[in-house]
């Protein structure tokens, strides 16, 4: 996200250090994809939808996140099947948290 012009409005919504927000990430993909719920184990975790609704999401937003994925997925060399598999998955997910 930070490497990407192509997400500077994504970006821009998060603080300057993203360790937390990747940790986090990592925690929930972990469960959602079928590994261990550790974000779900979480004392601070919340539902998706009250996570992100203190952001403006749009279009523009889902988009760039989107990409952001979809990149990741490409960079570590994800199965191009698995890849579209999940890609429906995320783009179903990111289509919920829009606000705008």
Known sequence: MSESPEAGVVRAMHSCDLAPMRQKLFEFMSGWLGGPNLYFERSDRK?????????????????????CMRRAMHDQGVDPQLRERIDGALQRMADMLRSS
């Open 47 to 67: 539902c998706m939808g009250a996570a992100h609704a203190p952001f403006g999401i749009g279009e523009t937003e889902r988009d760039q996140w989107l990409y």
